[in-house]
């Protein structure tokens, strides 16, 4: 029995004990991001590629007009009045309640559901379970009370529960990549128009593998929104000079260096990280597009250099995991992933010599930090959506 199954037969059998119904199921995908960090709140561009990590949902419409939900993780119950849909003390619940209240913004008012959930994307990992868990549950009403929502708008609604119930003000990334991730193909999104595009992501040349710090840094979500106001000044003292920078992603390296001197220093580096991400990932396509995998890596190592000096999100741990990799000359690149301050590293090897590596990580990482790390190989997968 595979790991997916097993998960799956235990959301079946928790949901007939507890409901007295058969459930119908659906899943919703972690992502990875191959390049384009803490672009997407900057109006700029990402690469992100959905993964075969996901959670995994039971649901059915009830007629108790109650939002009644069990975590499988958490081996915990929860329920609330679909008349009272508010934050609640329970962490995890505001997730799914979050998401229920978008539908009530939007005048829809879903009737009572049931819904059994787990899954197998580690928390705290950067691989992006809240959105999968708000996208998924946002897949899950708008198909069993049939409303039709297009996912270019369920990924917003889930993008607002995120805001408005778990308070990190993110960008629209992690949802975009939980609901249109395709199989073996990463996605280069315009984060301003939501334009995207498939690029194949073979596995002839190369592999992509993850490792996870396993440390967490509780500065995750307020340093996140620090952050995005430190951008935001950033925009405010460019557009005195330049009215046509909307967002950093409409400044040029030049312009930056142009207004340089009515910056702070902190925002200057917030800044010029940006500014110079929003490049990087326009190369990274390109050498993409020659499977020029050598120029692709070399711009993933000078991402890690820009989050880790410029703008202050990596930790001591995500520092190792990269010289680790930056030693070894068949890693051809790798960076911190996600939000920050801890959780995985992404890495580029050339194909077939993720073995000694991954031995080099396993050795060096828990002799610098004391900290056994864990590896993922991840499959770039599909979407959310229901399971047949
Ligand atoms: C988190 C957020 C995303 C994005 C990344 C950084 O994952 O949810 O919107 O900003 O951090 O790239």
């Not at 037969?9 to 928790?14: A, R, T, V």
């Not at 384009?36 to 990402?46: L, P, Q, R």
């Not at 500065?219 to 046509?244: D, F, H, M, T």
């Not at 890690?304 to 190792?320: A, P």
Request: net charge negative; proline share 3%.
């Amino acid at each position: 029995m595979t790991e997916k199954s097993k998960i799956i037969s235990e959301i079946e059998s928790k949901f007939i004990e507890l409901f007295h119904h058969e459930p119908e199921l659906y899943q919703a995908p972690g992502r990875i991001n191959l390049i384009g960090e803490h672009t997407d709140y900057n109006d700029g561009f990402v690469l992100p590629a959905a993964i075969d990590k996901a959670i995994y949902f039971g649901v059915k419409k009830n007629k108790v007009n109650k939002l009644r939900l069990f975590s499988i993780d958490y081996k915990e119950s929860f329920e609330i009045s679909m008349d009272e849909l508010e934050k609640t003390q329970v962490h995890w619940a505001n997730y799914l309640i979050g998401v229920a209240v978008q539908f009530n913004k939007r005048g829809l008012k879903p009737e009572g559901i049931d819904c059994v959930f787990g899954g197998n994307i580690p928390l705290g990992a950067g691989l992006s379970s809240s959105a999968a868990l708000e996208c998924g549950f946002a897949v899950c009403l708008n198909d069993q009370f049939s409303y039709k929502i297009p996912n270019s708008e369920l990924i917003l609604m889930a993008q607002k529960a995120e805001h408005e119930f778990a308070g990190v003000m993110c960008g629209i990334m992690d949802q975009f990549a939980s609901i249109f991730g395709k199989e073996g193909h990463v996605m280069k999104l315009d984060c301003r128009s939501l334009d995207y595009e498939y690029f194949p992501l073979t596995n002839n040349e190369v592999d992509v593998i993850l490792c996870d710090t396993r440390v967490s840094h509780s500065l995750a979500s307020s340093e996140y929104n620090v952050r995005r106001k430190e951008c935001e000044e950033g925009v405010a003292i460019l557009k005195k000079q330049y009215p046509e920078v909307n967002a950093l992603r409409d400044a040029s390296p030049e312009m930056l260096e142009s207004v340089r001197s009515g910056m702070s220093e902190n925002v200057y580096l917030r800044s010029h990280y940006v500014v110079h991400e929003v490049v990087r990932v326009n190369e990274a396509c390109e050498a993409l597009l020659k499977n020029d995998f050598v120029t692709f890596g070399q711009r993933m190592y000078a991402t890690h250099d820009g989050l880790s000096k410029e703008y202050l999100v990596s930790c001591k741990e995500l520092d190792i995991l990269v010289e680790i990799a930056r030693k070894n000359p068949d890693v051809l690149g790798a960076r911190m992933m996600g939000g920050g301050f801890g959780g995985c590293t992404i890495n580029l090897i050339r194909k077939g010599c993720t073995e000694p590596f991954i031995q080099e990580v396993l050795k060096e990482y828990p002799a610098q930090t004391g900290i056994n790390p864990i590896i993922y190989r991840v499959k770039i997968s599909d979407g959310a959506g229901r399971l047949i």
